[in-house]
């Protein structure tokens, strides 16, 4: 592997309020993709449970329930493809929902070893009931662009996933 290059001289600031000179990092992580997507994530997630506060759901939560809400009924593999989840580990989202009573869990009818699931009223309520909460954290999320960036930040987005996952 080759050695990393050397960032140009740039500062940022930490959330101290110090100033960080970034040429000190070997690896100048301070300007790779994946870090601030990284960041970014945890933003939203931060955005999302300030603005759905009480609401007792989360992210992953909120996007099971409005693939469902579009579905009706799916099986879990297909609920983790909806909403880019491993499925190895949905079940623990839907052992929640289900806990909430905001999804019903059934066998299926040909494979009784495939689980489907359903959103209920009950889910259907808590999810109109943060939906404009929700909306409200991505605008915050994207607040500090202008209407023709965020267009653009969501087709580079879009473009990435399409590339990446096919």
Do not use: N
């Amino acid at each position: 592997m080759a050695a990393p290059s050397r960032p140009r001289r740039t500062t940022a600031a930490t959330p101290t309020g110090e100033i960080a000179d970034l040429r000190e990092s070997p690896l100048a992580f301070h300007h790779m993709p994946g870090h601030h997507i990284r960041r970014l994530q945890q933003v939203a997630v931060a955005i999302f449970m300030r603005e759905v506060d009480g609401a007792d759901i989360t992210p992953v939560q909120f996007a099971a329930l409005a693939a469902l809400h579009d579905r009706r009924t799916c099986d879990q593999a297909t609920l983790a493809a909806l909403i880019g989840y491993d499925r190895a580990t949905i079940g623990g989202v839907i052992d929640r929902l289900e806990a909430k009573r905001w999804i019903g869990r059934t066998a299926g009818r040909r494979d009784r070893r495939t689980k489907l699931v359903t959103l209920t009223p009950a889910g259907a309520a808590a999810l109109r009931r943060v939906v404009r909460d929700v909306e409200r954290a991505q605008a915050l999320l994207l607040a500090p662009l202008a209407a023709s960036e965020r267009r653009r930040f969501e087709r580079l987005c879009q473009k990435l996933l399409a590339a990446h996952l096919g």
